[in-house]
């Protein structure tokens, strides 16, 4: 049966028998007993919808891995192309990507979740866990929000870093010390994005839980949720990993492929990688509170506020826009030939998951398959309706 994939995934994922406690390091992770979520559509619906899409997808030459959720379900799963074009490896939805900025939300869960503990407040002085941090004023809080006025690290590491260097989060510390860079704003005042806060914030996750950031996340959050292609980026799961797509860069009709950057050794920022289903699991993870409490989780969708109480479209690792007045809770990722996107299309209860290593516009490919895969469901439950109302205005012959 077609869909067999579908009902297959979602039992693997969600057929938990007894609540799971995970201890690790003074953690103890509960993961509640989850229900298996039955299909909201028909097979011969799901099987439209996907048809649609796919075409559409077909159509935009798209390479790469796409996932469409609705209310919880997989109704579409798109794997095409190659995660590597020069060796011809095609690509497949078991196929793990950079996920560039779309890896922040999993940061800010990992402070949230310390939150959680008592390990640290958000409001406190990033100098109070990290001594030798230069800016007294910055709060974790400032990090999350890019409201911290850091100016970016990557071009300290661009200008003074051996190339041939491994880097770490002690070293992007050090660069900031050397440097002493003045504060772009005062804390708070403003919003700039800054993928400097965010390698800081993978540092503070090392410094509280005494882990490197990697293991961190694969105790506290990829191994409880069943991610099992999910990692941040260290040399020995890079080398014993086959099936990882490579950044290519398009010029004209040729692709050329991006190598390895010191800078892909600093997660937090970037460098998670993981896969559609993955990804999957990652939302329900935020929408059925398996983490952390409901009231982090409203936190950290809830908008930035700065000096003169302006509000900006940014949480803690997440971003909010509407869409034809309708809430959307995104994140998009860019970085040397992967583009990514995560989008939450709040009121018709739609996920749009976009992997892509070509360096392409993942973020409009979303929300076109969005709108496709809106009307396309729209219309088969219209159909289905109007088909019920006719079954049940017709006759029913009399037996004799």
Same mark, same amino acid.
């Given at each position: 049966?077609?869909?067999? +994939?579908?009902?297959?995934?979602?039992?693997?994922?969600?057929?938990?028998?007894?609540?799971?406690?995970?201890?690790?390091?003074?953690?103890?992770?509960?993961?509640?007993?989850?229900?298996?979520?039955?299909?909201?559509?028909?097979?011969?619906?799901? *099987?439209?919808? *996907?048809?649609?899409?796919?075409?559409?997808?077909?159509?935009?030459?798209?390479?790469?891995?796409?996932?469409?959720?609705?209310?919880?379900?997989?109704?579409? +799963?798109?794997?095409?192309?190659?995660?590597?074009?020069? @060796?011809?490896?095609?690509?497949?939805?078991?196929? &793990?990507?950079?996920?560039?900025?779309? !890896?922040?939300?999993?940061?800010?869960?990992?402070?949230?979740?310390?939150?959680?503990?008592?390990?640290?407040?958000?409001?406190?002085?990033?100098?109070?866990?990290?001594?030798?941090?230069?800016?007294?004023?910055?709060?974790?809080?400032?990090?999350?929000?890019?409201?911290?006025?850091?100016?970016? $690290?990557?071009?300290?590491?661009?200008?003074?870093? =051996?190339?041939?260097?491994?880097?770490? $989060?002690? =070293?992007?510390?050090?660069?900031?010390?050397?440097?002493?860079?003045?504060?772009?704003?005062?804390?708070?005042? +403003?919003?700039?994005?800054?993928?400097? /806060?965010?390698?800081?914030?993978?540092?503070?996750?090392?410094?509280?839980? /005494?882990?490197?950031?990697?293991?961190?996340?694969?105790?506290?959050?990829?191994?409880?949720?069943?991610?099992?292609?999910?990692?941040?980026?260290?040399?020995?799961?890079?080398?014993?990993?086959?099936?990882?797509?490579? /950044?290519?860069?398009?010029?004209? @009709?040729?692709?050329?492929?991006? /190598?390895?950057?010191?800078?892909?050794?600093?997660?937090? =920022?970037?460098?998670?990688?993981?896969?559609?289903?993955?990804?999957? @699991?990652?939302?329900?993870?935020?929408? %059925?509170? #398996?983490?952390?409490?409901?009231?982090?989780? #409203?936190?950290?969708?809830?908008?930035?506020?700065?000096?003169?109480?302006?509000?900006?479209?940014?949480?803690?690792?997440?971003?909010?826009?509407?869409?034809?007045?309708?809430?959307?809770?995104?994140?998009?990722?860019?970085?040397?030939?992967?583009?990514? !996107?995560?989008?939450?299309?709040?009121?018709?209860?739609?996920?749009?998951?976009?992997?892509?290593?070509?360096?392409?516009?993942?973020?409009?490919? &979303? %929300?076109?398959?969005?709108?496709?895969?809106?009307?396309?469901?729209? %219309?088969?439950?219209?159909?289905?309706?109007?088909?019920?109302?006719?079954?049940?205005?017709?006759?029913?012959?009399?037996?004799?």
């Amino acid at each position: 049966m077609k869909y067999f +994939r579908f009902f297959l995934l979602f039992f693997l994922l969600f057929l938990r028998c007894n609540t799971i406690n995970i201890i690790s390091n003074d953690f103890t992770i509960e993961i509640p007993e989850v229900v298996i979520v039955e299909p909201p559509l028909s097979e011969d619906q799901i *099987e439209q919808v *996907e048809n649609r899409v796919t075409r559409q997808l077909d159509n935009m030459g798209f390479n790469g891995n796409v996932l469409v959720a609705y209310k919880g379900y997989p109704i579409v +799963r798109y794997s095409n192309g190659y995660r590597h074009f020069f @060796k011809k490896e095609k690509l497949n939805p078991e196929t &793990a990507f950079q996920l560039a900025s779309v !890896s922040k939300a999993f940061t800010a869960m990992a402070i949230l979740m310390l939150q959680q503990k008592g390990k640290l407040d958000i409001s406190d002085s990033v100098f109070h866990y990290i001594s030798e941090f230069p800016y007294r004023d910055i709060t974790i809080q400032n990090l999350l929000q890019h409201t911290s006025g850091l100016q970016n $690290y990557m071009y300290f590491v661009d200008g003074q870093w =051996d190339k041939e260097k491994h880097l770490t $989060y002690d =070293d992007v510390l050090d660069l900031l010390v050397q440097n002493s860079p003045q504060l772009s704003f005062r804390p708070g005042q +403003r919003h700039y994005y800054s993928n400097t /806060g965010y390698a800081i914030l993978a540092l503070l996750v090392e410094k509280v839980s /005494g882990m490197p950031f990697d293991q961190f996340m694969k105790i506290n959050i990829f191994d409880p949720l069943d991610m099992q292609h999910t990692f941040v980026w260290n040399r020995k799961t890079m080398d014993t990993i086959s099936n990882i797509a490579t /950044g290519f860069k398009r010029y004209r @009709k040729k692709y050329a492929s991006v /190598g390895h950057d010191p800078l892909d050794e600093i997660g937090g =920022d970037k460098s998670v990688y993981s896969t559609i289903d993955d990804l999957m @699991k990652w939302e329900l993870a935020w929408s %059925r509170n #398996q983490l952390i409490s409901d009231s982090l989780i #409203q936190l950290a969708f809830t908008k930035t506020v700065t000096g003169r109480n302006r509000i900006h479209d940014y949480g803690l690792g997440w971003r909010f826009t509407e869409i034809d007045d309708k809430p959307v809770i995104y994140h998009n990722g860019l970085w040397n030939g992967f583009t990514t !996107s995560f989008h939450r299309f709040i009121s018709d209860s739609i996920i749009v998951i976009v992997l892509n290593n070509t360096n392409g516009h993942a973020s409009s490919v &979303a %929300r076109q398959i969005y709108v496709t895969a809106e009307e396309e469901i729209s %219309r088969v439950k219209k159909e289905k309706s109007s088909s019920d109302n006719l079954a049940s205005l017709t006759p029913r012959r009399k037996s004799n």
